[in-house]
């Protein structure tokens, strides 16, 4: 049995290495066509989209690893079954649940790893890549800044302070814009509670714009609405403002806390963090779904059907988990069930396509 496991794990092991290098190589390469033109601009941007690129595949690795699991375990089972190995462990009476335990104790070993990677690594790199393509490839930035949980940013003698900005939505809250004057004098303060960007400019709600003098302040007016009081596109902020991709749990657990007491919406953020600690589980899932699928091809002589049937599957939970998703976003599911419903369904599904198995 020990060297039933030890050939299982190291097969599995093989084929898994070789399904990350080919998804590592398509998604690489359909990220550098899908921004061709801007790495190909000059000789200095080719050298620091390889570096850019380099600094993705952690996240890529990640993302992929659950389906390169089910593909990996699904070309194994098709190929014992082709090599009359499946009859054999049959007539020797080892069960589907025997089999599946090493891979299961392989898979346990992923979810580590996959965390390990989403927590540590994948935020690290993310940010860096964002900041080289953002900054240094495209030349955005460099006049904003983070600083005391706020993004700060200088223009010319006026001075910016957003209280919270909402990648998601494209949206300020708690926005404060002061114009000095050539003696550093306050001349005017412009207060909005919220801002959203529209057709290309910022429209801003709850406006109070006060002017001062050396007496203090000379006049207060309220609006209800205000176009442009900044000009900045949105992507100017997003290079300081961190996506939930680009933070670990901790640090996304943090920046939840501090959103939920200054009274903002954390919804959205909250099935991200419960999807962090979910993500890592898909691995697990896989095994079952794999047995449930790749058993029934007793008779199969294509290893193609097991990559299609793998592939297949996998397309399947992540429109499952992409659907769940958006309706935690939407609030139409609480944020928990958002980020484990497409676990439970794979979960439930794998485990009966098991039991009804024909052993």
Wanted: hydrophobic share 45%; proline share 3%; with cysteine.
């Amino acid at each position: 049995m020990k060297r039933l496991n030890k050939y299982l794990i190291s097969n599995v092991l093989k084929i898994l290495a070789i399904t990350e290098l080919a998804g590592l190589i398509m998604f690489i390469t359909i990220e550098f066509f899908e921004h061709m033109d801007t790495f190909t601009a000059s000789t200095k941007n080719f050298t620091l989209s390889i570096y850019y690129l380099f600094l993705k595949m952690p996240y890529y690795l990640n993302l992929i690893l659950p389906l390169s699991f089910l593909v990996s375990m699904l070309i194994l089972l098709i190929i014992m079954v082709r090599n009359n190995e499946m009859i054999t462990i049959r007539t020797s009476g080892i069960s589907t649940v025997s089999l599946m335990k090493p891979l299961i104790v392989l898979s346990i070993t992923l979810i580590a790893f996959s965390f390990v990677l989403s927590e540590f690594i994948v935020p690290v790199t993310l940010n860096t890549s964002e900041y080289v393509y953002r900054v240094r490839i495209k030349k955005e930035e460099p006049y904003v800044f983070f600083k005391n949980d706020r993004i700060w940013f200088k223009r010319d003698n006026q001075i910016c302070n957003i209280d919270f900005y909402d990648i998601k939505k494209d949206m300020i809250k708690g926005l404060t814009l002061i114009d000095f004057s050539n003696d550093f004098l306050i001349q005017k303060r412009t207060d909005a509670r919220e801002g959203s960007w529209k057709d290309g400019f910022w429209l801003f709600t709850d406006v109070v714009e006060r002017t001062f003098d050396s007496d203090g302040i000379k006049s207060k007016k309220t609006y209800a609405q205000m176009k442009d009081i900044i000009r900045e596109h949105p992507s100017i902020f997003k290079v300081v403002e961190k996506n939930p991709e680009e933070m670990g749990y901790k640090e996304l657990e943090r920046y939840i806390n501090k959103l939920r007491q200054d009274g903002h919406d954390i919804r959205r953020y909250l099935v991200d963090l419960y999807n962090k600690i979910s993500f890592p589980f898909i691995n697990l899932i896989m095994v079952f779904a794999a047995f449930s699928v790749g058993l029934r091809y007793s008779k199969t002589k294509n290893i193609s059907k097991g990559i299609f049937s793998g592939i297949s599957l996998g397309m399947l939970y992540w429109f499952f988990h992409s659907v769940s998703l958006s309706f935690g976003y939407s609030e139409i599911f609480p944020p928990w069930f958002a980020a484990w419903f497409s676990n439970l369904l794979f979960f439930s599904m794998g485990i009966v396509g098991i039991v009804t198995l024909r052993t």
